[in-house]
DNA sequence: TTTTTTGTTCAAAAAAAATTGAACTTTCAA
DNA sequence: TTGAAAGTTCAATTTTTTTTGAACAAAAAA
């Protein structure tokens, strides 16, 4: 029996864990691991980090850091950071969740809404196709519900993000 | 030069664009393509259809299938019901956004949510291990931020709900 | 019964997504 | 300038997720 009665779970440090609530959350919102990591290790750090810092401390690549820090900062969850006055890139994690969920929704939600908006056009214009009057009928109110999803989901955003701001 | 100067896209059935606008909306979400299909297929279909239907018209494997189907009954969006006095199932689309989002919210967000919240306490316990004051200061002011945007998601979620139903 | 139809399960295969790392570019200091 | 440090890119690899299909189970018809 090893001397600490203490499951696994209970050795990690602050810092180790607040990395791993942020990779998690990453993958719900589906975004990739070590994003969620790249955030979160910036969460938990004091001062702002290099992508050295991160490529060591997360033991990740040189590129994952590259390409999750870029994610990060057309999200607006990170920002760059004069510090030192080092040449080195420094980064910081942004905390306002208005910020955070406003450039979540720029990024990832919109253009999907949009591409579906468009997509649904389309299938507007094709009901011309349908000859059988009948289905036609049918088809036209399937797309009438899709409709009145759509302009719901329309007004949600705006209100969610009046929701957060503040 | 084709005789056609249609793009690709204005070929496709009404039904096919139905099945292709749901197969996104469900990676959108992170749901499989196949389940996105499946719905759009029963959405599109003016009668109920069997496991066989989906597996012939989707050309999807009968696991595929039945794996979608179960996790669409999961969520509250396609109902069993009787026809044709028939031994086989047949299966029909919900189209009650209520629903919709009622099932998705209770199947994939709830349970990470209280996932997080678990994990959100655990890290409390853990601040009494950081010695330094100043650190553990910032853990302190950094957990507390992570407190806000819980409670404010938790007031999201019902708000939405209310929203969304009628 | 026995057979056929319907549906489920899950290990294996295929497909998709994330990650790596080496080659390349940029930037600044010497 | 040249060299070194910092950062980016992207083809190849690894990992994860989805899909398949064959074996199994359940239920009803023959």
Known sequence: MHPSDQPDTEKLTIDQRLISFFRDGAKIIGLPASVGEIFGLLFASPKPLTMADLVE???ISKGSASQGLK??????AVRDVEYDNDRKGYFEADIELKKLVGGFIREQVRPHMDSGTRKLGELEQDLDTVSDPELRAFYENRIKIIQRWSSKAKLVL????KFLGE
Do not use: A, K, N, V
């Open 57 to 59: 401390r997360l033991d």
């Open 71 to 76: 994610m990060l900062r057309t999200l607006g």
């Open 158 to 161: 705006p209100l969610l993000q």
